[in-house]
């Protein structure tokens, strides 16, 4: 069963000077089995956020900003009729909710409120944050010019942002999967469970490692390497690899300019 909602914001919108902002009931061809969202921007920001239903709820917000007043020698003595719109699609098939819009410089917030079972895959090229909350199940993130938010998780988290801090905060993780967080100009702020156990694979080119978990550093020995003709290449790794609790699977980090935090919750 496939539902489509399609939702274009009238130009009237504009010449008002107002922001669009609708909540739009999405119903689950499926009701209380595991859904999977999908929803990509090219300029704004989007909150996920889990609840006790059965449906997905969408509220958007669109900051059209009439910066178009300039004159124009052609214009002389013309009105405005209509000028670009702007809008986002909804499609949901067999519990996978897909979101996009066609707005390339326009800021849209988007809050998408899903059952707490849900799988959640999103991203923005720029924008404000990127924000998930009260989350059972697999969760992807990905901009380019945005901090990253993953709180109250029960799951699994991949993160990555160019310019942008990345704060994850897992209530319960599965032991099944690895994990990879990681930023070129941004901290990189970890909570997770204690009990956990993991392998820490973590490098950052400018600032500190800290944690408060009790975490064994591992160290690695240098790797040679020769060839037939005598000659030989030494490898040294950047990297710093720690266990939790004995190790298991790996949590992968990685900052540029920025401080790596581990922090027991």
Known sequence: MKNIFTLFLLSFVTILGAQSNKDIEVPLSNP???GFLKTHLHHGSIIVIGEDR????VNYDLDEDDNHEEEDSRRGGLKRVGRAKS???ITEDNNIIEIDSDSKNKDIEITIIVPLNFNIEISNHNGDDLTVENITGEINIESHNSDISALNISGFVNANTYNGDVEISFDKIPSSKDM??????????????SSYRADFKLKTVNGEILSDLDIEEVGKTPEF????????KLYTDTWTYAKLNGGGNEIKINTHSGDIMLRAK
């Open 32 to 34: 209380g089995k595991i």
């Open 54 to 57: 059965d449906n997905v709820v």
């Open 87 to 89: 809008g986002i699609k």
């Open 180 to 193: 990879a967080f990681s930023s070129y100009n941004g901290d990189i702020d970890i909570s997770l469970p």
């Open 225 to 232: 390497k020769s060839s037939k003709k005598g000659s030989f």
